[in-house]
């Protein structure tokens, strides 16, 4: 069975270093066009959606820059769940820990620590890398909020045992940190 692409290959007319810069569902402020259509599903949805389906695969073939950006939504759901079930806390407190990871400082492609430097080309100017920064931190505050709605659906004191037992798969045998 092979691995789930992204639905957003053929809408990736603009892109910075391999990642399809896409609109999002979003209220956090960045450099994202909105999309205010909330039926309408955008790439944070398909991580999520996609997240417990790849996650079992260690190889992936990349069919576009949508695929890059899915790659890096699905290695981040499992690193929120790892700092999840390690935190154990209940829904509020939840919120404010992935929060707080979202905005943690992160490389980018192009720069030294950045894990994936083969898969991902490097920013073609400092003014690409600094945009690129911006609509990460904003696909990682929205990511990180969806995911706490799935992984909090049924109780606010305690997270999905279903959502935490993927805490362990590891993408494509990679992580972001």
Same mark, same amino acid.
């Given at each position: 069975?092979?691995?789930?692409?992204?639905?957003?290959?053929?809408?990736?007319?603009?892109?910075?270093?391999?990642?399809?810069?896409?609109?999002?569902?979003?209220?956090?402020?960045?450099?994202?066009?909105?999309?205010?259509?909330?039926?309408?599903?955008? *790439?944070? %949805?398909?991580?999520?959606? #996609?997240? &417990? =389906? !790849? @996650?079992?695969?260690?190889?992936?073939?990349?069919?576009?820059? /949508?695929?890059?950006?899915?790659?890096?939504?699905?290695?981040? *759901?499992? %690193?929120?769940?790892?700092? #999840?079930? &390690? =935190? !154990? @806390?209940?829904?509020?407190?939840?919120?404010?820990?992935?929060? /707080?990871?979202?905005?943690?400082?992160?490389?980018?492609?192009?720069?030294?620590?950045?894990?994936?430097?083969?898969?991902?080309?490097?920013?073609?100017?400092?003014?690409?890398?600094?945009?690129?920064?911006?609509?990460?931190?904003?696909?990682?505050?929205?990511?990180?909020?969806?995911?706490?709605?799935?992984?909090?659906?049924?109780?606010?004191?305690?997270?999905?045992?279903?959502?935490?037992?993927?805490?362990?798969?590891?993408?494509?045998?990679?992580?972001?940190?």
């Amino acid at each position: 069975m092979p691995a789930y692409h992204s639905s957003f290959i053929n809408n990736t007319e603009h892109q910075i270093a391999g990642f399809a810069i896409l609109p999002l569902k979003t209220k956090f402020r960045g450099p994202s066009q909105t999309v205010n259509d909330l039926s309408v599903q955008d *790439i944070v %949805d398909e991580c999520i959606e #996609l997240f &417990r =389906a !790849n @996650c079992f695969f260690k190889n992936f073939e990349i069919k576009g820059s /949508a695929d890059r950006t899915l790659i890096y939504g699905i290695l981040f *759901i499992s %690193d929120c769940l790892n700092k #999840l079930s &390690r =935190a !154990n @806390c209940n829904k509020n407190d939840s919120i404010k820990l992935l929060n /707080a990871f979202a905005l943690e400082n992160f490389t980018v492609p192009g720069d030294a620590g950045f894990p994936f430097n083969s898969l991902y080309p490097a920013p073609s100017n400092q003014s690409d890398s600094d945009f690129l920064r911006q609509y990460i931190t904003q696909f990682r505050q929205e990511l990180a909020l969806r995911l706490i709605n799935h992984v909090y659906a049924n109780s606010d004191s305690k997270p999905n045992k279903w959502w935490l037992c993927f805490s362990k798969r590891k993408f494509m045998n990679k992580t972001l940190s």
